[in-house]
């Protein structure tokens, strides 16, 4: 029986030294590169991120949970989650680390779904850290629901062609990083004659493919009009090569729900850094403001918002881990979906209360722009939509957790105690019987 809350020690040495890297070398990046990650770098950001990078390789700390061919180290879910706790109190440490949203899950299924020419053209570079990439699903109308895109891909046959271009005509919504990625990957449906599960197919189509129309970049709470990363594409008449298929026609289902896993269980892995964070900020301020004649950590209040958070992220932090050593054993995110999706259910508020608090023990200082809690609030928030809406997930983990119970077979519940009464007399018939002779 295999049982242990501990690291091994090879590993945990990985982890501290990951730990002060990222503190001292990489958490300044969001000081003075803040919002560049996604941005192709020039030869100035060159010369500071790729000796971070290098680094990080020599450490063999590089894209972990890829295996060795495809330059990781395989060391699987677990040990990613280890370190990806690490990595969510900044930014840029997914970037330096190789293990950036979203093009971990994109790297994921390219690698899995992919021919060996996708590979070589589109997951190589990715996994370098040479180009960017964008999944680009959800549309104006439908957001992430699959049975309401309209997005549609025709494949035109040329004279004894086996199989010509596709044409691709659509909308999509929110494609996160389509302004600086360099390919994208795009849902549209190919069969509308059948289900949506089964009729649509996924392609990977470089940004600056003719008709590839990005109307319009969204930002977030906070940022300006016209600011942002998120995407609004109309894909008018963009035509692409047959080989631009990726895993087979009708599997862009399968494929999303791959993607979309791992996805789901990585934001997971990083919010766990960033709660912390705040609870470190928190029990800090705690310590050091001192208001009618006592610290701040003095006041039940104040422990109160301590206790209930750290509970919070001890309780969160075990599921997320849980989780992802049941994606490590299974190899199958579909048999882990119900954890998935709970633990996509709770991150959002786990996120949310802890920075929160942590806003509101700082006092005016916490509400304004020289503290981050505003945009971690604003972060949990997204979380709660990102990768499907917190509602969808739950019904997700209610339908899950129904599959392993079966209705009472009578009037009454299982429990009632006056027939499991009865049922207990009945089995002990003869002892009471001869306790009622006795007497």
């Given at each position: 029986?295999?049982w242990?809350?501990e690291?091994d020690h090879?590993?945990?040495v990985?982890?501290d030294w990951?730990d002060?890297?990222?503190?001292?070398?990489v958490e300044p990046l969001?000081?003075v590169?803040r919002g560049?990650?996604?941005v192709?770098?020039d030869a100035?950001?060159r010369?500071v991120i790729?000796?971070?990078k290098?680094e990080v390789?020599?450490?063999?700390l590089?894209?972990?949970?890829?295996g060795?061919?495809?330059g990781?180290?395989?060391?699987?879910?677990?040990?990613l989650?280890?370190l990806?706790?690490i990595l969510?109190?900044?930014a840029?440490?997914?970037l330096?680390?190789?293990?950036?949203?979203?093009?971990?899950g994109?790297?994921e299924?390219?690698?899995h779904?992919?021919?060996?020419?996708q590979?070589e053209?589109?997951l190589?570079?990715l996994?370098d850290?040479?180009?960017?990439?964008c999944?680009?699903?959800?549309?104006?109308?439908?957001?992430s629901?699959?049975?309401?895109?309209t997005?549609r891909?025709v494949q035109?046959?040329?004279?004894?062609?086996?199989g010509g271009?596709w044409v691709?005509?659509?909308?999509?919504?929110?494609?996160?990083?389509a302004s600086?990625s360099?390919?994208?990957?795009?849902?549209?449906?190919t069969?509308?004659g059948?289900?949506?599960y089964k009729?649509?197919s996924?392609f990977l189509?470089?940004?600056d493919?003719p008709?590839?129309?990005i109307?319009?970049?969204?930002?977030?709470?906070?940022?300006?009009l016209g600011?942002?990363?998120?995407a609004?594409?109309h894909y008018?008449?963009v035509?692409v090569a047959?080989?631009?298929l990726?895993?087979g026609?009708?599997?862009?289902f399968v494929?999303a729900?791959t993607?979309?896993?791992?996805?789901?269980?990585?934001?997971?892995?990083?919010?766990?850094?960033?709660a912390?964070?705040a609870l470190?900020?928190?029990c800090?301020?705690?310590?050091?403001?001192?208001t009618q004649?006592s610290a701040l950590?003095?006041?039940?209040?104040?422990q109160?918002y301590?206790a209930d958070s750290?509970a919070?992220?001890?309780?969160?932090?075990l599921?997320v881990?849980?989780?992802?050593?049941?994606i490590?054993?299974?190899?199958d995110?579909?048999?882990v979906r119900?954890?998935i999706?709970?633990?996509k259910?709770?991150m959002?508020s786990v996120?949310h209360d802890?920075?929160?608090?942590?806003l509101?023990v700082?006092?005016?200082l916490?509400?304004?722009?020289e503290?981050p809690f505003?945009q971690?609030?604003?972060?949990?928030?997204?979380?709660?939509i990102a990768d499907?809406p917190t509602?969808v997930?739950?019904?997700?983990?209610?339908?899950?957790?129904?599959?392993?119970?079966s209705?009472?077979?009578?009037?009454w519940p299982?429990?009632h105690?006056?027939?499991?009464?009865?049922?207990a007399r009945?089995k002990?018939?003869e002892?009471l019987?001869h306790e009622?002779?006795?007497q």
């Amino acid at each position: 029986m295999a049982w242990d809350f501990e690291t091994d020690h090879e590993y945990q040495v990985q982890l501290d030294w990951a730990d002060e890297f990222v503190r001292e070398e990489v958490e300044p990046l969001d000081l003075v590169f803040r919002g560049q990650q996604f941005v192709p770098p020039d030869a100035t950001l060159r010369r500071v991120i790729d000796p971070l990078k290098e680094e990080v390789r020599k450490r063999k700390l590089w894209a972990t949970h890829l295996g060795p061919e495809l330059g990781g180290e395989g060391h699987g879910q677990l040990k990613l989650s280890l370190l990806n706790e690490i990595l969510g109190r900044s930014a840029w440490a997914p970037l330096i680390f190789g293990c950036q949203a979203p093009d971990t899950g994109n790297a994921e299924i390219i690698a899995h779904y992919g021919t060996p020419e996708q590979k070589e053209r589109y997951l190589r570079p990715l996994l370098d850290g040479e180009i960017f990439s964008c999944y680009s699903m959800t549309e104006p109308h439908a957001g992430s629901d699959p049975t309401q895109f309209t997005t549609r891909a025709v494949q035109v046959k040329g004279d004894g062609e086996a199989g010509g271009e596709w044409v691709i005509n659509g909308w999509k919504f929110f494609s996160s990083n389509a302004s600086t990625s360099a390919f994208l990957i795009v849902m549209a449906v190919t069969d509308p004659g059948v289900s949506p599960y089964k009729g649509m197919s996924m392609f990977l189509v470089p940004t600056d493919t003719p008709g590839v129309n990005i109307e319009r970049n969204i930002g977030l709470g906070g940022e300006r009009l016209g600011e942002g990363h998120h995407a609004l594409i109309h894909y008018a008449d963009v035509r692409v090569a047959a080989d631009a298929l990726l895993g087979g026609e009708g599997q862009a289902f399968v494929i999303a729900q791959t993607r979309l896993g791992g996805g789901r269980i990585h934001h997971a892995m990083r919010t766990i850094g960033m709660a912390r964070k705040a609870l470190d900020m928190m029990c800090e301020r705690a310590l050091s403001r001192t208001t009618q004649g006592s610290a701040l950590a003095d006041k039940q209040f104040v422990q109160g918002y301590i206790a209930d958070s750290y509970a919070q992220l001890t309780q969160f932090r075990l599921l997320v881990l849980y989780t992802a050593w049941s994606i490590d054993k299974h190899k199958d995110y579909r048999k882990v979906r119900k954890d998935i999706a709970t633990v996509k259910v709770v991150m959002p508020s786990v996120l949310h209360d802890i920075a929160q608090r942590a806003l509101q023990v700082h006092g005016a200082l916490g509400a304004s722009n020289e503290m981050p809690f505003h945009q971690m609030i604003l972060g949990a928030s997204v979380m709660g939509i990102a990768d499907g809406p917190t509602e969808v997930h739950k019904v997700t983990v209610a339908r899950q957790v129904l599959r392993d119970y079966s209705p009472s077979d009578d009037l009454w519940p299982s429990q009632h105690i006056p027939k499991r009464l009865a049922a207990a007399r009945a089995k002990y018939a003869e002892y009471l019987e001869h306790e009622v002779g006795n007497q």
